[in-house]
């Protein structure tokens, strides 16, 4: 994805005519490609391959990217040598045989080394993520996912052969190439999933019946926060919905989902705002009120401290990408 310099200009068209001439093979399996990413106000809107919802990139530029966020889930995977991939709160350089997942939305910057390579999965998700069965990933997908082999020992390996077979599909074009990488996609949010159940404490010691009512219940208290977020749930609520007390809810909760209620919820609540700053012409005040917040002064704040601009700075990137 970081084929281009970073902007001095933050509305800057970043052409592929200017790009070296030694650089032009790497996109002939990309030979769609427009030939520029527009990258407004750190917004950008992922070209995919045409009649697709995937875009696949190697690239080997010693080239930053400054920090920009889409709606397109990212993977990369450096080939050789290392690849720094940076959060508004963390760095995290990933080496080769590792992999980072960034999810969509997410405001990341990238700082390529002089020499390696890597392959880089940009990923439309669309209907996946309202689907049933996505719920239980869903708080796997707030934050950025390093996979190394000390971290993910038991998956590591088969992710690699999964994303290997993703750009081998991708690459020679085959027939119902996009279906095929679809049904990876999938593989790869199973075994994160069933990796994460594993490694949770949070229904340690319980006989296997037990498990899956514990894990039936967290999942229905999922969708319960996904369905009413807007709502003035609390902690007790909730709790009270799982058929747990709420010392014991929480306690399980961050051990299931790796965050605490009110965080996730607060997630969900921005997801929601995001959406409709983007698509929706609603006043901020009915933004923030219709997606759980108390008043506005709250909703700015909070969305100030995790997206790192204001609803109104938000609403403007996305308009202006339009």
């Known amino acids: 994805m970081s084929i281009y310099p970073a902007a001095k200009n933050k509305n800057q068209i970043y052409n592929l005519s200017t790009t ?43 080239i930053p990217f400054d920090y920009h966020r889409h709606s397109a889930l990212e993977i990369i995977i450096p080939a050789e040598g290392w690849y ?10 990933v ?22 390579c890597r392959f880089i999965y940009l990923i439309d998700l669309g209907d996946i993520t309202s689907m ?44 119902f190439y996009e279906l095929s990488i679809f049904s990876d996609i999938y593989k790869l949010f199973v075994l994160l999933g069933r990796d994460h159940l594993k490694k949770t404490d949070a229904f340690a010691g319980l006989n296997q019946i037990t498990k899956k009512e514990y894990l039936h219940r967290f999942n229905s208290v999922l969708n319960y926060i996904n369905e009413c977020y807007a709502e003035d749930l609390t902690l007790e609520m909730v709790a009270e919905h799982s058929g747990f007390s709420k010392f014991h809810f929480s306690r ?21 705002a995001e959406q409709m700053l983007a698509e929706a012409d609603l006043s901020i005040t009915d933004v923030a009120l219709r997606t759980g917040f108390s008043s506005i002064s709250t909703f700015n704040r909070t969305f100030k401290r995790k997206k790192n601009c204001t609803p109104r700075e938000y609403r403007v ?5 339009n």
């Open 20 to 62: 070296p001439e030694d650089v032009l093979g790497f996109y002939k399996k990309n030979s769609d490609f427009p030939g520029f990413r527009d990258v407004k106000e750190n917004v950008e809107q992922i070209s995919f391959k045409s009649d697709s919802r995937i875009r696949i990139w190697y690239n080997n530029l010693p």
């Open 84 to 93: 720094k991939v940076y959060s508004q709160s963390e760095c995290f350089t």
């Open 95 to 116: 080496e080769k045989g590792e992999i980072i997942i960034i999810p969509p939305f997410e405001m990341h910057k990238i700082e390529a080394p002089k020499e390696g």
């Open 132 to 175: 049933s069965g996505f719920t239980g990933i869903k708080p796997l997908l707030t934050k950025f996912i390093h996979l190394t082999p000390d971290s993910h020992p038991q998956i590591c390996d088969e992710l690699h052969r999964i994303l290997a077979h993703m750009r081998d599909e991708y690459f020679n074009s085959s027939e």
């Open 252 to 272: 399980l909760f961050k051990k299931y989902t790796g965050t605490t209620f009110y965080d996730y919820l607060i997630y969900k609540r921005l997801q929601a």
């Open 317 to 321: 990137m996305c308009r202006q990408n």
